[in-house]
């Protein structure tokens, strides 16, 4: 399909398309949230009958699927706390639609593009959006609802303990009829912890499906109100009502939070795809304005830019996303990457880079560790180099695609032929169109009919095209065309380019661990600011011990987590010992101090230990509150920058470099 076949009312009628499809989506969306029972059907597996297992199989097992259908699962598990097998079935099931709804829009696009390039990339940008929009808009909003029920939820147990005579699982029972549904959900496990035989086995069944933080420390209060008994503090009120009001303020900031990321975030991955949408309008605009920079946009040049812009914004839309969810450190394996490095030619010259360089070394493995990357500096080094060489090999293909396609589209392009001449015969104008086709070919096969006088008599005598004026015109296109075919060829720069790409790729997955840490660090404050929560919550129970209180860290830890769980496993040991490499291990000056804390629990007492994180709670609130809006705005900021990028580079490689070199152009004819 041509440029000028592809006029504005058909971008038009494509975005439209777009529109309707995914108003409908939408709609279906909002009739399935609005309905009241929406809980996932329990479903026995019967064999032969699971018809979805194949697919929840294949969305775990191939690595393209299998992060999307983690994070989903856990989505689904905030709602619907159930059995795996149910939950698998509830993912795969929105998966596959949401999956098959962007491959038929993608096949839409496909079918109408008629093998234009923009169009094909265009309908993947549209199909990925379409499927991350559908899948977010389907659960994004579950986290802050089911904050909303549990704050409601907390009052509730309030009230109903004082009047089921300070019985905390009465409490909880009696708050589920109060309760909307998808909490009551949750209040119904709680509650079949409290009543269980063996708490604790019940209870690290429930920690991988439990919610959230807030709720998995409601667990820990209640629990331990049942083990152990309420009793009344110092300042004369109840160890579980001062607790809960700890947790409320909690989930109270929370949800501030939540809404003031999503106020921030607002319209940010539109923007990021943005430019996308406007390749072709620009496109035909500059053509339409100014003809002669028609080559920049149909050549080499334009399908370089227009790929780079789509792989840009694609890149930013991916991490403003990222960026938008609060992050978490998930253990991320990589053995090909290890079963790479270990290879007998690939492994010492790891070492020798690794062993040349030990301190940067030690440096990267702390930041992998961090955010997870189950990998060594020597592997994350052979990221690098096949990052690198993956770049380069697309670069080659990019310029190579560019270059066939140029040649096609000199070939191939005749809209504008002749349609400045006057010929009253439109039949007639096809005739010299096709006798121009037929006699480029011919041009390139003998060379020495690269002459106008030549070959305007030449097709004068073996062509329909047989005044010498017509004829001359088919002459001169002709063997335009064949210079400009001559004039497209891979140039020895492309090579340079690819190479300069290359090594920008080699850096690449330094600047996304670079981005990951950052983003973690983000939230290592708010992570402090739990453990100190949590420690508020346990202080006053008896018998509370050091090992108990870093169990209850850990299940809600990401940044310190492995770090926590070394020390449980070597607290038997020594104690002090333990707890001192744990603060020696971190470089996060408020964990330190919180470990400082724990250090000093057996020579002062657990209350005494932790008096000041007490005395300090309303300041530490305030700080909080501050805190989180100073991380979102931040995070908003990050994510402002990322999403002008890709407008920027479009605005300057596509519009203002085109019209700069025609500028330039025309200045030199001026003075020439």
């Given at each position: ?25 939408l ?17 026995k597996?019967?064999k ?42 509830k ?29 094909i ?90 919610p ?5 420390s ?8 049942m ?7 110092a300042?004369?009120?109840s ?10 303020d ?7 939070k ?40 149909t ?28 992050s978490?450190?998930n ?123 030549i ?6 005598e ?9 004829a ?24 340079i ?9 080699f850096?690449?997955p ?14 290592m404050?708010?992570e ?10 346990l ?30 496993n ?42 000041e994180?007490?005395?300090e ?6 700080d ?6 100073e ?21 300057a490689?596509y ?11 025309m ?6």
């Amino acid at each position: 399909m041509s440029l000028e076949s592809l006029n504005l009312n058909q971008i038009l009628k494509y975005l439209i398309l777009i529109l309707i499809v995914l108003l409908a989506v939408l709609g279906i969306i909002r009739r399935r949230s609005q309905k009241h029972n929406r809980v996932v059907r329990q479903i026995k597996q019967k064999k032969g009958h699971n018809y979805l297992y194949p697919f929840t199989k294949l969305f775990m097992k191939v690595p393209l699927f299998r992060k999307s259908f983690e994070k989903n699962r856990k989505r689904v598990m905030l709602i619907y706390p159930g059995e795996i097998m149910a939950i698998n079935q509830k993912v795969t099931k929105d998966m596959l639609i949401s999956i098959l709804l962007s491959v038929l829009v993608f096949i839409i696009f496909i079918f109408s593009s008629n093998g234009d390039i923009y169009l094909i990339g265009f309908g993947g940008v549209i199909s990925y959006v379409l499927y991350s929009s559908i899948i977010n808009l389907r659960y994004e909003s579950s986290e802050k609802m089911l904050l909303t029920q549990f704050y409601n939820y907390l009052s509730n147990v309030r009230h109903n303990y004082y009047n089921t005579g300070k019985k905390i699982d009465d409490a909880i029972y009696n708050s589920i009829n109060e309760s909307p549904y998808e909490m009551a959900l949750h209040a119904k496990k709680i509650h079949n912890i409290l009543r269980s035989v063996d708490m604790q086995a019940e209870m690290d069944k429930y920690i991988p499906i439990s919610p959230n933080r807030f709720v998995l420390s409601f667990v820990a209060i209640a629990t331990s109100i049942m083990e152990y008994s309420d009793k009344k503090l110092a300042n004369g009120k109840s160890m579980l009502i001062t607790n809960i009001g700890y947790l409320k303020d909690e989930v109270h900031a929370e949800i501030d939070k939540i809404r003031l990321n999503k106020q921030l975030f607002s319209m940010r991955s539109l923007i990021a795809i943005l430019p996308v949408f406007l390749v072709k309008p620009i496109q035909i605009w500059a053509n339409k304005a100014m003809p002669e920079i028609k080559e920049y946009y149909t050549g080499v040049y334009g399908f370089t830019c227009e790929i780079i812009i789509f792989l840009v914004s694609m890149m930013a839309y991916m991490l403003i996303n990222k960026l938008k969810e609060t992050s978490q450190k998930n253990i991320k394996d990589h053995q090909l990457l290890q079963k790479i490095s270990k290879l007998p030619i690939v492994s010492p010259i790891l070492t020798r880079e690794v062993n040349r360089n030990f301190s940067k070394s030690q440096r990267m493995n702390d930041k992998l560790k961090l955010t997870g990357e189950h990998m060594g500096y020597k592997q994350f080094i052979l990221k690098q180099i096949l990052t690198s060489i993956c770049i380069f090999v697309g670069f080659q293909v990019l310029m190579i695609s560019s270059i066939w396609q140029e040649k096609h589209n000199i070939l191939t392009d005749y809209a504008n032929a002749f349609s400045t001449s006057f010929i009253a015969d439109e039949e007639y104008r096809e005739e010299m169109k096709e006798t121009t086709k037929v006699y480029v070919d011919i041009i390139k096969k003998d060379p020495s009919l690269d002459d106008k006088e030549i070959l305007t008599q030449k097709i004068m005598e073996g062509s329909t095209v047989t005044k010498p004026l017509m004829a001359e015109m088919v002459a001169d296109l002709a063997i335009t065309k064949v210079h400009s075919l001559n004039g497209v060829y891979y140039k020895w720069y492309y090579l340079i380019i690819s190479l300069a790409m290359a090594v920008i790729g080699f850096y690449i997955p330094v600047f996304i661990l670079e981005y990951q840490v950052r983003s973690i660090k983000m939230n290592m404050e708010d992570e402090v600011g739990q453990f100190q929560t949590i420690v508020m919550m346990l202080m006053y129970v008896d018998s509370m011990s050091i090992r108990t209180i870093l169990e209850w860290m850990e299940r809600f830890s990401y940044c310190f987590k492995e770090s926590i769980q070394t020390c449980i496993n070597e607290l038997p040991a020594d104690e002090e010992r333990a707890l001192s490499k744990l603060r020696d291990s971190e470089t996060f000056q408020p964990f330190k101090r919180f470990v400082n804390n724990l250090l000093i629990v057996n020579e002062q007492g657990m209350e005494a230990a932790f008096d000041e994180i007490v005395q300090e709670r309303t300041n530490a609130m305030e700080d909080r509150k501050k805190d989180n809006e100073e991380v979102c705005k931040k995070k908003a900021i990050y994510a402002t920058i990322i999403c002008v990028l890709p407008l920027a580079f479009e605005i300057a490689a596509y519009m203002i470099y085109p019209m700069f070199e025609f500028a330039k152009s025309m200045e030199s004819m001026i003075n020439f």
